[in-house]
Protein backbone atom coordinates (compact mmCIF):
# COMPACT_ATOMS: atom_id res chain seq x y z
CA UNK A 1 0.00 0.00 0.00
CA UNK A 2 1.03 3.38 -0.63
CA UNK A 3 0.68 6.10 1.77
CA UNK A 4 0.96 10.19 0.94
CA UNK A 5 4.66 11.87 1.89
CA UNK A 6 2.35 13.76 4.78
CA UNK A 7 0.93 10.81 6.44
CA UNK A 8 3.93 9.13 6.97
CA UNK A 9 4.96 10.88 10.33
CA UNK A 10 1.30 9.48 11.44
CA UNK A 11 1.97 6.07 10.38
CA UNK A 12 5.20 5.87 12.34
CA UNK A 13 3.54 7.38 16.04
CA UNK A 14 0.42 5.32 15.14
CA UNK A 15 -1.65 8.53 14.97
CA UNK A 16 -2.57 7.40 11.19
CA UNK A 17 -3.96 3.52 12.00
CA UNK A 18 -6.80 2.83 9.23
CA UNK A 19 -7.14 3.53 5.69
CA UNK A 20 -9.87 3.46 3.38
CA UNK A 21 -9.63 2.08 -0.70
CA UNK A 22 -11.38 1.79 -3.56
CA UNK A 23 -10.46 -2.01 -5.01
CA UNK A 24 -11.75 -3.85 -7.07
CA UNK A 25 -10.95 -7.23 -5.07
CA UNK A 26 -9.29 -6.21 -1.55
CA UNK A 27 -5.11 -5.52 -2.04
CA UNK A 28 -4.43 -6.25 1.72
CA UNK A 29 -5.21 -8.86 4.15
CA UNK A 30 -5.68 -9.43 7.76
CA UNK A 31 -2.31 -10.66 9.13
CA UNK A 32 -0.20 -9.30 6.48
CA UNK A 33 2.99 -6.80 6.54
CA UNK A 34 3.77 -3.66 3.98
CA UNK A 35 6.76 -1.94 4.22
CA UNK A 36 6.34 2.23 4.02
CA UNK A 37 8.93 4.67 4.31
CA UNK A 38 7.32 5.21 8.37
CA UNK A 39 7.94 1.10 8.48
CA UNK A 40 6.21 -1.60 8.44
CA UNK A 41 2.47 -1.45 9.10
CA UNK A 42 0.53 -4.75 10.55
CA UNK A 43 -2.97 -5.41 8.68
CA UNK A 44 -5.24 -6.15 11.30
CA UNK A 45 -8.39 -6.29 9.66
CA UNK A 46 -9.71 -5.42 5.90
CA UNK A 47 -13.61 -5.08 5.12
CA UNK A 48 -15.65 -3.90 2.60
CA UNK A 49 -17.80 -0.92 3.25
CA UNK A 50 -20.02 1.24 2.71
CA UNK A 51 -19.29 5.06 2.52
CA UNK A 52 -21.95 6.30 3.77
CA UNK A 53 -21.27 4.37 7.38
CA UNK A 54 -17.53 6.46 7.44
CA UNK A 55 -17.37 8.80 10.61
CA UNK A 56 -15.30 11.89 11.06
CA UNK A 57 -13.02 10.11 13.57
CA UNK A 58 -12.66 7.36 11.28
CA UNK A 59 -11.49 9.72 8.84
CA UNK A 60 -9.26 11.45 11.39
CA UNK A 61 -7.85 8.20 12.05
CA UNK A 62 -7.36 7.98 8.60
CA UNK A 63 -5.06 11.28 8.46
CA UNK A 64 -7.84 13.48 7.07
CA UNK A 65 -8.98 16.83 8.28
CA UNK A 66 -12.73 16.32 7.56
CA UNK A 67 -14.96 13.07 6.25
CA UNK A 68 -15.29 15.57 3.57
CA UNK A 69 -11.40 15.41 2.42
CA UNK A 70 -11.38 11.70 2.68
CA UNK A 71 -14.11 11.11 0.71
CA UNK A 72 -13.22 13.45 -2.18
CA UNK A 73 -10.22 11.23 -2.19
CA UNK A 74 -11.62 8.37 -2.57
CA UNK A 75 -13.93 9.90 -5.32
CA UNK A 76 -10.95 10.56 -7.17
CA UNK A 77 -10.35 6.66 -7.81
CA UNK A 78 -13.67 6.23 -9.48
CA UNK A 79 -16.18 3.53 -8.93
CA UNK A 80 -16.07 0.62 -7.33
CA UNK A 81 -16.05 -1.05 -3.68
CA UNK A 82 -14.26 0.37 -0.76
CA UNK A 83 -11.87 -1.38 1.59
CA UNK A 84 -11.01 -0.09 5.12
CA UNK A 85 -8.34 -1.89 6.13
CA UNK A 86 -7.18 -1.42 10.39
CA UNK A 87 -3.29 -1.10 10.68
CA UNK A 88 -1.01 -0.56 13.31
CA UNK A 89 2.52 0.00 13.20
CA UNK A 90 5.09 -2.66 13.67
CA UNK A 91 8.56 -1.77 13.95
CA UNK A 92 11.52 -0.01 11.33
CA UNK A 93 11.44 -1.60 7.73
CA UNK A 94 14.29 -4.21 8.60
CA UNK A 95 16.75 -3.36 5.36
CA UNK A 96 17.30 -0.17 7.19
CA UNK A 97 19.34 -2.03 9.22
CA UNK A 98 20.52 -4.30 6.72
CA UNK A 99 21.97 -1.50 4.28
CA UNK A 100 23.77 -0.15 7.27
CA UNK A 101 25.64 -3.63 8.17
CA UNK A 102 28.97 -2.79 5.86
CA UNK A 103 30.37 -6.22 8.05
CA UNK A 104 30.41 -9.00 5.38
CA UNK A 105 32.07 -11.92 6.76
CA UNK A 106 33.41 -14.50 4.32
CA UNK A 107 29.79 -16.37 5.20
CA UNK A 108 27.47 -13.24 4.37
CA UNK A 109 29.60 -12.65 1.65
CA UNK A 110 28.85 -16.15 0.23
CA UNK A 111 25.34 -15.91 0.99
CA UNK A 112 25.39 -13.08 -0.97
CA UNK A 113 27.54 -13.59 -3.98
CA UNK A 114 25.05 -17.13 -4.44
CA UNK A 115 21.66 -14.80 -4.01
CA UNK A 116 23.22 -12.46 -6.69
CA UNK A 117 24.10 -15.79 -8.92
CA UNK A 118 20.97 -17.31 -8.90
CA UNK A 119 19.58 -13.62 -9.90
CA UNK A 120 21.57 -13.71 -12.90
CA UNK A 121 20.62 -17.12 -13.71
CA UNK A 122 16.76 -16.31 -13.74
CA UNK A 123 17.54 -13.53 -15.98
CA UNK A 124 16.56 -13.37 -19.37
CA UNK A 125 19.14 -11.37 -21.00
CA UNK A 126 22.32 -12.46 -18.73
CA UNK A 127 23.84 -11.65 -15.71
CA UNK A 128 23.14 -7.82 -14.51
CA UNK A 129 23.37 -7.42 -11.30
CA UNK A 130 27.30 -6.67 -10.57
CA UNK A 131 26.97 -4.38 -13.46
CA UNK A 132 24.07 -2.60 -12.29
CA UNK A 133 25.44 -1.96 -8.84
CA UNK A 134 28.81 -0.53 -10.41
CA UNK A 135 26.31 1.67 -12.83
CA UNK A 136 24.37 2.70 -9.43
CA UNK A 137 27.57 3.04 -7.59
CA UNK A 138 29.25 5.46 -10.45
CA UNK A 139 25.66 7.52 -11.11
CA UNK A 140 24.09 7.75 -7.79
CA UNK A 141 20.79 10.27 -8.18
CA UNK A 142 20.53 9.84 -11.48
CA UNK A 143 17.08 8.56 -13.09
CA UNK A 144 15.94 5.20 -13.71
CA UNK A 145 15.54 5.76 -17.13
CA UNK A 146 18.63 7.50 -17.57
CA UNK A 147 20.48 4.48 -15.85
CA UNK A 148 18.17 1.76 -17.97
CA UNK A 149 19.38 4.00 -20.97
CA UNK A 150 22.95 3.24 -20.42
CA UNK A 151 23.29 -0.41 -20.43
CA UNK A 152 20.12 -0.41 -23.07
CA UNK A 153 17.63 -1.71 -20.62
CA UNK A 154 13.79 -1.03 -20.35
CA UNK A 155 13.12 1.39 -17.38
CA UNK A 156 10.48 -0.73 -15.86
CA UNK A 157 12.66 -3.93 -15.70
CA UNK A 158 15.37 -2.20 -14.80
CA UNK A 159 13.74 -0.79 -11.71
CA UNK A 160 12.24 -4.06 -10.81
CA UNK A 161 15.70 -5.30 -11.19
CA UNK A 162 17.01 -2.56 -8.51
CA UNK A 163 14.18 -3.53 -5.88
CA UNK A 164 15.81 -6.97 -5.81
CA UNK A 165 19.06 -5.69 -4.82
CA UNK A 166 17.39 -3.27 -2.21
CA UNK A 167 15.93 -6.49 -0.73
CA UNK A 168 19.19 -7.57 0.32
CA UNK A 169 20.04 -4.23 1.38
CA UNK A 170 22.15 -2.99 -0.94
CA UNK A 171 20.56 0.13 -2.60
CA UNK A 172 19.14 3.07 -1.31
CA UNK A 173 16.32 4.83 -3.45
CA UNK A 174 16.49 8.35 -3.28
CA UNK A 175 13.84 11.40 -4.01
CA UNK A 176 15.62 11.11 -7.65
CA UNK A 177 17.28 7.62 -8.71
CA UNK A 178 19.49 5.76 -6.58
CA UNK A 179 22.56 5.04 -4.31
CA UNK A 180 24.28 1.90 -2.85
CA UNK A 181 24.01 1.51 0.54
CA UNK A 182 26.88 1.09 2.85
CA UNK A 183 26.53 -2.39 2.94
CA UNK A 184 26.50 -2.19 -1.31
CA UNK A 185 29.68 -0.49 -1.51
CA UNK A 186 31.30 -3.01 0.93
CA UNK A 187 30.19 -6.10 -1.56
CA UNK A 188 31.55 -4.07 -4.24
CA UNK A 189 34.88 -3.72 -2.75
CA UNK A 190 35.43 -7.33 -1.74
CA UNK A 191 33.74 -8.01 -5.13
CA UNK A 192 36.66 -6.20 -6.62
Known amino acids: MLFEQR ?3 GLAD ?3 RVTFRR ?3 PRARAGGRHRTPAGVLAVD ?6 PAAISEDDARAAGFASLADLLRQLD ?3 EGPVYRVDFHHAGADPREALRQDAALPEEELAR ?8 DLAARDGPWTVAALRLI ?12 AAVGRERLAFKTDVRKLKELGLTESLEV ?16
Open 14 to 16: GSV
Open 112 to 119: LRARLDRL
Open 45 to 50: AVAEVD
Open 76 to 78: RHG
Open 137 to 148: ADRPGVRAADLA
Open 7 to 9: LWA
Open 23 to 25: WKR
Open 177 to 192: GYRLSPRGRALLERLG
